[in-house]
């Protein structure tokens, strides 16, 4: 079992930047793909932002490619998100995903586990 946990969302004003963290708790002892999806008021959750388990590959949504940027930490299964340039559409709360599939770039090969997000608010 794993438990993701998210940490770093709150409230910005448009323009601003906020950094995402995920931490792994439990089942450590591999690396696995970790990414981060999204889900606004309204609307289905959608993919945002992947990183393979090595580190080597990184794949974004089209809507935050140059935008956002993934990391992996120093600690095993641990992930960033690096917000910039933060817009009103950019509120949602944040999910941290991990995968011990294959490599998907938008994980579509399925999420073995998720955690339970954080809210990002951005202000006009």
């Known amino acids: 079992q794993v438990q993701l946990v998210e940490s770093g969302g709150g409230l910005v004003q448009a323009g601003g930047s906020l950094r995402l963290s995920c931490a792994a708790a439990?089942?450590?002892?591999?690396?696995?793909?970790m990414g981060w999806f999204r889900q606004a008021p309204g609307k289905e959750r959608e993919f945002v932002a992947a990183?393979?388990?090595?580190?080597?590959?990184?794949n974004y949504a089209d809507s935050v490619k140059g935008q956002f940027t993934i990391s992996r930490g120093d600690v095993k299964n641990t992930v960033y998100l690096q917000m910039n340039s933060l817009k009103p559409e950019d509120t949602a709360v944040y999910y941290c995903?991990?995968?011990?599939?294959?490599?998907?770039?938008?994980?579509?090969?399925?999420?073995?586990?998720w955690g339970k997000g954080t809210l990002v608010t951005v202000s006009s």
């Open positions: 995903a991990a995968d011990f599939g294959i490599w998907s770039p938008t994980m579509t090969n399925g999420v073995d586990y």
């Open positions: 439990g089942r450590t002892s591999s690396n696995y793909h």
């Open positions: 990183v393979s388990a090595g580190g080597g590959s990184t």
